[in-house]
């Protein structure tokens, strides 16, 4: 009966062992498992936050895991891309505010507008004016514009235009 318990005793030590080692082998693969599944993502996405937080607008936030974190980090490169064109806006409008204010004559304002709308000129048409020797104001309207009372509105603002600057004043 003493062998037998003792035999007992050794199996059930030996089957608590197994369970302690399965259980140790399982929790090392699911800390290993959820670190490559969560834990390298956040840390790309710190990482990638961090970046955009110190001023990095160039290097693109691209995080593909299919869970919350890449969700956040699609947003997180939209939010980089809308900043970075914004950016990119507000220095185009710094320099044409350069160019505008060093016009010496409202032709070199017109130019200089007109310099200004060079990248929207090719894809989505542009208003132009320009004044003749006799000092009138004459708009005219590249092709490209989507909207059919575009036409209209140049017409319009060609004539408020007249009616507000004084543009014989202004040639002389």
Same mark, same amino acid.
């Given at each position: 009966?003493?062998?037998?318990?003792?035999?007992?005793?050794?199996?059930?030590?030996?089957?608590?062992?197994?369970?302690?080692?399965?259980?140790?082998?399982?929790?090392?693969?699911?800390?290993?498992?959820?670190?490559?599944?969560?834990?390298?993502?956040?840390?790309?996405?710190?990482?990638?936050?961090?970046?955009?937080?110190?001023?990095?607008?160039?290097?693109?936030?691209?995080?593909?895991?299919?869970?919350?974190?890449?969700?956040?980090?699609?947003?997180?490169?939209?939010?980089?891309?809308?900043?970075?064109?914004?950016?990119?806006?507000?220095?185009?409008?710094?320099?044409?505010?350069?160019?505008?204010?060093?016009?010496?004559?409202?032709?070199?304002? =017109?130019?200089?507008?007109?310099?200004?709308?060079?990248?929207?000129?090719?894809?989505?048409?542009?208003?132009?004016?320009?004044?003749?020797?006799?000092?009138?104001?004459?708009?005219?309207?590249?092709?490209?514009?989507?909207?059919?009372?575009?036409?209209?509105?140049?017409?319009?603002?060609?004539?408020?235009? =007249?009616?507000?600057?004084?543009?014989?004043?202004?040639?002389?």
């Amino acid at each position: 009966a003493a062998r037998q318990q003792r035999s007992t005793y050794r199996d059930t030590q030996r089957l608590a062992l197994d369970a302690a080692v399965m259980i140790l082998a399982t929790v090392t693969l699911i800390f290993f498992y959820l670190r490559r599944a969560v834990g390298a993502p956040a840390a790309a996405l710190r990482s990638a936050s961090s970046r955009l937080a110190g001023g990095d607008l160039t290097t693109p936030i691209d995080l593909a895991v299919p869970n919350e974190l890449g969700a956040v980090a699609g947003d997180l490169e939209v939010m980089r891309r809308r900043l970075a064109g914004r950016i990119e806006g507000l220095i185009r409008l710094r320099e044409l505010s350069a160019q505008v204010v060093g016009a010496t004559s409202l032709q070199g304002l =017109c130019d200089a507008a007109l310099a200004g709308l060079g990248r929207e000129v090719g894809a989505a048409g542009a208003a132009l004016g320009a004044i003749d020797r006799d000092g009138r104001l004459r708009l005219r309207a590249l092709s490209g514009f989507d909207h059919p009372g575009v036409a209209e509105r140049i017409v319009a603002a060609h004539h408020e235009l =007249c009616a507000f600057l004084a543009l014989k004043e202004l040639l002389a």
